[in-house]
Every structure is written in structure tokens, then in C-alpha cells.
């Protein structure tokens, strides 16, 4: 039905993609290619790469800018000991600092004072 | 002489469009976006971008329109002239089977939070929900399949989850169920149903 890999988003080269997202993000201009760096993706298919691993590879970095996009700006949380992890509101914070949307940061706050828990925000 | 013949022809029905199986429904929070076209079918896809499935139901996921009416009527005339929407809800509703704490806290509204504590020397491992009333807003989504075997995606950007929970702990009569209820709170025209037609051309 809609399997990772069929074709769609395969590159800026292939004219009937690009009306998609996908190919708009990788049919960088020039231009773009400095913002490509930044989110680590690649026009260009490794040399042994077939199209349906690039394909793959192509979903899995539009999901991830796809993510980040709607995350919009986001502060880095992590909870404190004796506690391992933390979840509220279907956002959970680890050890390790995590991304959290900023937009859900004083509810998640709030929710672990509530709980007992301590979450802490790393300094920038 | 005899005129042309009274034909009865009624259109045909197409049985094809008559759908059954059933829906996969996800939760996140406000704002997270769907996964691309490609991929709507793809539970993975959703997962990956912080959907969360509700696992096992009891008996589907049912969805519920009821816009409410008010007829605008004139004395000279006994049928409305006019049918004005005075309110509209929308409800996806279901029962939870998978008794998590994630489920839990969904059905409860939502508004709660899980506490992991890891296992140490004289301490259990442990997860603590507490609870809260301050219920928190969450995205919906609901996978189903067309006619063409697609996916089609009913989407709700926004609804707070609100209602009765009566969850019975029986020896062996039924599974503990949490009846889910999720009435949508956003704009109508926020809310959309996309039906894959075709793969795309290249």
C-alpha cells in the first residue's frame, strides 16, 4: 500500500516529484545547500545507493524536519535522580537532556512539581 | 397509438464503497505533525514522529457527529425555511483494552503524569501515575483503509479527552476496559479527512 521506499520522493532529477515536500527538500538550489548541512541531508545518493534506500533515507530526514518543524522552538529538559524518566501530555524526558517544545514546558513543570519529580533545564 | 415505454432504470449502486474493518487511532500532542502522503499507512511513520497508538479496543473506535438544529420557521408557511447549525460536537469515542498507565491517563483525561523510577538496593522498580484535573489537549488521528485498500485519515487537531470511566475488575467475565472519550474543541474547518487515491507517477 504506501511501503517505505516506493517511488515519490526520489530525487530533484525526476521531474514528477516535485510537487512533493520531498523533493522540494531535497531539490536544494544553491542556496539551500547550506541549510541541508545543517540538517544533515543529502541531494546526492551514495554511489552504491539504489533508489528505494534513498527513497528510505529521504522519508526518514523529511520525518525529522518534519518533527522539528512542528516542534517549533524547543528547551532541553532532563529529570533528576532518583527518577529515570518523566512523561506528561505524551512527552517524555529522560535522563539525558530532551527536546521538549518550549510551548510545553510550564505545564510539564508544573506537572512534575505535582508529582515530586525534578526536572531541570539545561542552561544556555 | 401506445407512447414510448415507462422505463424503470434506477442507477446502479457500486458495493465496493460499501466499507467495513478497523480504525487505528493515535494520539500526540497539539501540533505534531501527520507523517508525508507516502506514508499515512505506515504505522511507523506515525510512531516515529511521536504519535503514540492506543493499542487494543474492545469493540473499535466510533466516531459521533451531532449537530444540533434550530428550524426557522414563518406562519405562513408550515415546513422551516431555514435550518441554522446552533452547536455541533464531534466524539471519537472507544474502549481501551491495554491498561497502561498511558492508557489510563488518556482516558482519565489526560491531564496526569508517569514517574519512572529505575529498580535500586531496597527500592522496586517503579512507575507512578498521578493524577490532575487540569486535562491537557491532544491531537487525534484515525487510520482507516478505502476502497482502493489506501489510507484514509480522519484528523483532529485538537480535543480533550472527557468523559465517563467505569472500568470493572472482573474475575473472568471481561477484560478491565477504559472507555475513551475525545470530543474536539477546535474549529470545524481545522478538521480534515484525506483519502489516498493513487500511488504517485514516479
Redesign the interface.
Known amino acids: 500500500?504506501?511501503?517505505?521506499g516506493?517511488?515519490?520522493?526520489?530525487g530533484p532529477e525526476?521531474?514528477?516529484?516535485t510537487d512533493?515536500?520531498?523533493a522540494r527538500m531535497v531539490g536544494e538550489t544553491q542556496d539551500d545547500q547550506a541549510d541541508s548541512a545543517a540538517l544533515g541531508t543529502s541531494a546526492e545518493p551514495a554511489a552504491d545507493e539504489d533508489l528505494s534506500a534513498r527513497a528510505a533515507r529521504l522519508?526518514s530526514e523529511?520525518?525529522s524536519v518534519?518533527?522539528q518543524?512542528?516542534?517549533?522552538e524547543t528547551i532541553r529538559l532532563k529529570?533528576e535522580a532518583?527518577?529515570?524518566?518523566?512523561?506528561?501530555?505524551?512527552?517524555e524526558v529522560g535522563e539525558d537532556y530532551t527536546e521538549v517544545?518550549a510551548?510545553?514546558v510550564q505545564?510539564?513543570m508544573?506537572?512534575?512539581s505535582?508529582?515530586?519529580?525534578k526536572l531541570t533545564q539545561e542552561e544556555t | 397509438m401506445a407512447g414510448p415505454p415507462l422505463v424503470y432504470s434506477p442507477p446502479n449502486y457500486t458495493t465496493t464503497n460499501v466499507l467495513f474493518g478497523i480504525g487505528i487511532l493515535f494520539t500526540a500532542i497539539v501540533g505534531t505533525a501527520v507523517p508525508s502522503d507516502q506514508n499515512l499507512g505506515v504505522g511507523s511513520s506515525w510512531t516515529g514522529l511521536g504519535w503514540a497508538y492506543v493499542g487494543a479496543t474492545e469493540a473499535g473506535v466510533t466516531v459521533t457527529f451531532n449537530p444540533t438544529t434550530q428550524d426557522l420557521t414563518i406562519e405562513e408557511q408550515p415546513t422551516p425555511v431555514g435550518v441554522a447549525v446552533s452547536t455541533a460536537t464531534l466524539q471519537v469515542t472507544c474502549s481501551l483494552s491495554e491498561e497502561t498507565l498511558t492508557n489510563v491517563n488518556l482516558a482519565w483525561g489526560n491531564g496526569g503524569s508517569v514517574a519512572v523510577t529505575p529498580a535500586g538496593a531496597g527500592q522496586p522498580g517503579k512507575s507512578v501515575l498521578t493524577l490532575s484535573t487540569n486535562f491537557q489537549q491532544v491531537a487525534v488521528a484515525l487510520v482507516g483503509k478505502n476502497q482502493l485498500g489506501f489510507a484514509r485519515v480522519l484528523s483532529i487537531p485538537t480535543v480533550v479527552s472527557a468523559g465517563q470511566v467505569q472500568t470493572a475488575y472482573r474475575r473472568a467475565a471481561q477484560q478491565r476496559l477504559y472507555p475513551l472519550t475525545l470530543n474536539a474543541v477546535c474549529p470545524f474547518n481545522q478538521i480534515t479527512w484525506t483519502d489516498l487515491t493513487a500511488i504517485a507517477t514516479s
Do not use: C, K, W
Open positions: 500500500m504506501t511501503e517505505p516506493q517511488p515519490g520522493y526520489a525526476e521531474a514528477g516529484a512533493t515536500l520531498a522519508e523529511l520525518a518534519r518533527a518543524a512542528a516542534a517549533g529529570v532518583p527518577h529515570i524518566a518523566f512523561v506528561h501530555n505524551g512527552l517544545p510551548r510545553a505545564a510539564m508544573e506537572a512534575a505535582d508529582s515530586g519529580v
